[in-house]
């Protein structure tokens, strides 16, 4: 074993014991959680099963039992969804907890109290300090939330219910592949960065939450960006299945693009020709992510977010020898 892993070894139990309780409640809330998700993917596919059994329609119209029958399937299959659902949103806003508690409680605390001169005063740098403070939470959140992600993913192969999220949704794409890890390690630099420069913890925590969550947002709605778009034109455009929309719009006999919403304020049919023939629209365009382009639009958001979070780290080592030495 290196010197340099016996040395971390005791800040690291200190560590564990200063904050055994936060880590006792996350660790049990994670099992319910996993249970929670078990179980309802288990109740899930026994509905659909009993559902599939009655050899009425999902969609009803074969008789008044089976419309009600499929209400109340309808039902339930929404109830579930909606638990998968909450949990995915969940677990897609634990970069930013993860963020604000390295930023408050564990960084920006210690230096508010002056706590942290026992650790240095045995012989424990402040750079050994400080990665031992980082390495204990984010080696559980980190094998915690990838833990999570599988169940999920799991428990929604394993529903059978219909309304799986498309792969290029929010809660789909920010739950699998290497991106919720890529977010996790951007909220731990983001975190320590601010912990070390603001210095108190209510603050700390505050600034982080809202920078992680920021960036994060950013992501969001801009990783169609991320990698080259495909087009497909024409008067009849050939929808694909799991096809990501991000474009849309009017064409002109030149190549122009123009909104789709161009003509949207015309009141009858003859009114919304007369509008495309008066800006010479001949056809439509949708610039789209096939799903094939899942582990290219992956791999580089998480790209950035490391490169990112490693900035951050980097900044924030630097930061605590302008401070501490």
Not at 47 to 65: H, I, L, M, Q, Y
Not at 80 to 98: C, I, K, M, Q, T
Not at 143 to 167: D, K, Q
């Amino acid at each position: 074993m290196s010197a340099t892993l016996i040395t971390l070894r005791g800040p690291a139990r200190v560590v564990v014991r200063q904050h055994r309780w936060t880590l006792r409640v996350a660790g049990g809330l994670a099992v319910l959680a996993a249970f929670g998700m078990i179980a309802v993917a288990l109740r899930s596919s026994h509905v659909v099963e009993v559902f599939e059994a009655t050899g009425c329609s999902p969609d009803g119209g074969t008789g008044r039992a089976c419309d009600q029958t499929a209400r109340n399937y309808w039902d339930s299959v929404s109830r579930y969804d909606w638990f998968l659902g909450n949990f995915a949103s969940a677990l897609r806003f634990l970069p930013v907890l993860f963020g604000a508690f390295v930023a408050g409680p564990l960084i920006a605390r210690e230096l508010e109290s002056g706590t942290f001169r026992t650790a240095w005063t045995q012989s424990v740098s402040p750079a050994r300090w400080l990665a031992a403070k980082l390495a204990v939470p984010t080696v559980l959140v980190l094998a915690g939330s990838t833990a999570l992600a599988a169940v999920l993913h799991w428990a929604r192969n394993h529903s059978g219910t219909p309304r799986s999220p498309e792969w290029y949704s929010a809660d789909a794409f920010a739950t699998t592949g290497t991106v919720p890890a890529a977010q996790l390690l951007f909220g731990l630099g983001v975190g320590v960065l601010t912990g070390l420069l603001v210095r108190r913890a209510l603050l700390a925590l505050a600034l982080s939450g809202f920078a992680t969550g920021a960036v994060v947002t950013v992501f969001t709605y801009g990783r169609g960006l991320l990698w080259p778009r495909n087009t497909v034109t024409g008067r009849t455009l050939n929808v694909q299945e799991n096809m990501w929309w991000v474009e849309t719009g009017h064409l002109t006999s030149g190549g122009a693009r123009l909104p789709d919403d161009v003509c949207a304020g015309s009141t009858s049919a003859t009114g919304y020709n007369r509008c495309l023939a008066d800006h010479d629209i001949t056809g439509s365009y949708v610039d789209y992510h096939p799903q094939s382009h899942f582990w290219p639009l992956q791999l580089v958001e998480t790209g950035i977010l490391l490169a990112l979070a490693a900035l951050a780290l980097a900044l924030a080592f630097r930061v605590l020898r302008r401070l501490h030495g």
